[in-house]
């Protein structure tokens, strides 16, 4: 084996395969689309798994008539990881520090169970540094921009450095005081940037309701369904708007719906696209980006004969997410500032405002707001894991007008308040990006052998592999007669976490 990087006299190159005593697989179960009550018991999701910590929340509820087998269920104090997620997180362990009863492996995750003699808390740690994660990217199976696979073989080939069990402790005892700190600070990252997100939300629906004026005579929108029956029969849909729940108009405003406001409005081209081809570039969904449109990550049409020019945009038109698999990206729209000779694809849908009619800007402002957003998402319907939203629905949205020129002045407040908003969020993330670098090169660090010292005392652990390979032969025939074993058995007594390097201590069953 090649090297990556020299490592401590004491310390053994090993693979993970050599310090784990086994891999649980869990099992698949037809579940019910619900979480799992706590008299029930259910099966966690990959989004248990997916964000550094251990969500039990996450879950699906088994069946009552499904037989479950208690081999699967997850303790406190399991080492878990998905052997199928996205490339980020395939692979990335969390420890179940706990756990509600009666909550089992899915077939999607695995546990390890560390040999004698490796902390619980290293192995952890080591699964998160960098140079393992970077392993398990290249072994992971998939395409780059979907759900990435790993298998158990490729998962226990990762080559890792072993440190002997005395600086073992010692080193999780150090990224245990310096991650505590990080991972608070990170918290409290992610706590503004929420609180930033949600007062650019407020900010919309304010300025949409005039300003928060609404306590002076306020009308309430009349109250319509989602769809007409002329349009559930595949009529033309009405000039009437449909109610957004919750909304009132203010005083001196009227109210239109978006087709009326428009000369024209339809999907875009079907046409194949690639990276590399040579006819006119088309917009996709990466392409609507925060109310702009982006030309970034652009494809173009595979057939560069094909006119495509009555799928150009024009200044002003506005371009709406039709379908999409998270429902909170549903009706993003965009505003084009000006003539484009870019084509935009099927799943976008374009409207074209009559001009001088309604500033496009405000129409985009409005469809942003809290009220037409929970509004969209709960009119998108759901096929085969995507939400879709189909060009009658948009047409009958209902648009509160002010005057023109309240409706710029309103646009131009919300859009320097916009602008401080993204700033603190920009720092917010450039904070954020820093503190994951320090925790990546703490990791580093703490397995390349220089986080602590040496201790010339220590066990070598070239002695601690020799007496696991050592037990783990004299298990053979243990194991042999453990596998005709009757699925009724219960295994060893589970364990719990105690203390901060994670030692273990039976639970009663």
Not at 463 to 480: C, F, G, T, V, W
Request: charged fraction near 25%; charge should be positive; aromatic fraction near 6%.
């Amino acid at each position: 084996m090649t090297l990556p990087f020299t490592i401590p006299d004491s310390w053994q190159w090993v693979t993970l395969g050599d310090v784990v005593s086994r891999v649980e697989a869990g099992k698949s179960f037809t579940c019910q689309p619900r979480p799992a009550r706590d008299d029930e018991w259910g099966v966690v999701k990959v989004s248990a798994m997916t964000w550094g910590e251990f969500r039990q929340e996450e879950n699906k509820a088994v069946p009552p008539d499904r037989d479950v087998d208690p081999r699967y269920e997850i303790r406190p104090g399991d080492i878990l990881v998905s052997r199928a997620n996205t490339e980020q997180y395939v692979g990335a362990p969390v420890l179940v520090r706990e756990c509600r009863p009666k909550l089992l492996l899915s077939d999607k995750s695995l546990r390890l169970v560390p040999a004698a003699g490796i902390d619980r808390g290293w192995l952890l740690s080591a699964l998160a540094s960098p140079f393992v994660r970077r392993q398990i990217s290249a072994r992971a199976s998939g395409q780059q921009d979907s759900m990435r696979n790993i298998s158990q073989a490729a998962l226990l080939a990762i080559d890792l450095p072993v440190p002997p069990l005395a600086e073992q402790r010692r080193i999780v005892a150090v990224l245990e005081r310096n991650m505590v700190g990080l991972e608070r600070g990170l918290a409290g990252l992610a706590d503004a940037a929420e609180k930033a997100r949600t007062l650019d939300q407020l900010l919309r629906g304010r300025t949409v309701g005039g300003g928060g004026q609404l306590s002076v005579a306020a009308e309430t929108i009349p109250l319509l369904p989602l769809e007409s029956e002329a349009e559930d029969s595949g009529g033309e849909p009405t000039d009437d708007p449909v109610k957004v729940r919750g909304y009132v108009l203010p005083k001196g405003w009227s109210l239109a719906c978006l087709r009326s406001l428009c000369y024209d409005w339809g999907y875009g081209t079907s046409t194949k696209c690639a990276y590399d081809a040579s006819g006119v570039p088309v917009l996709r969904i990466p392409n609507v980006q925060n109310g702009e449109i982006s030309l970034a990550d652009i494809k173009y049409a595979i057939d560069a004969s094909q006119d495509l020019s009555g799928y150009f945009l024009g200044p002003g038109d506005l371009l709406f997410v039709r379908t999409n698999g998270s429902r909170q990206l549903i009706g993003r729209v965009a505003v084009a500032r000006k003539a484009m000779s870019v084509a935009f694809a099927s799943y976008l849908i374009r409207f074209r405002l009559k001009p001088g009619v309604v500033d496009p800007d405000w129409v985009a402002l409005v469809v942003s707001s809290p009220a037409w957003r929970q509004h969209l998402e709960k009119a998108a319907a759901s096929s085969a894991g995507q939400y879709n939203l189909n060009s009658k629905t948009l047409a009958r949205l209902p648009i509160p007008l002010p005057t023109m020129d309240e409706q710029r002045a309103l646009v131009s407040q919300m859009s320097t308040a916009v602008t401080l908003i993204d700033g603190v969020l920009n720092e917010l993330t450039t904070a954020k990006r820093r503190a994951e670098t320090l925790r990546a090169s703490l990791l580093t660090e703490a397995f390349a052998g220089r986080l602590v010292a040496q201790d010339p005392s220590d066990e070598p652990a070239s002695e601690l592999l020799a007496r696991i390979r050592a037990e783990r032969e004299a298990a053979l025939p243990k194991q042999k007669a453990r596998s005709r074993r009757t699925k009724k058995e219960l295994p060893a007594p589970p364990t719990r976490v105690t203390g901060g390097d994670y030692q273990q201590e039976a639970l009663p069953l």
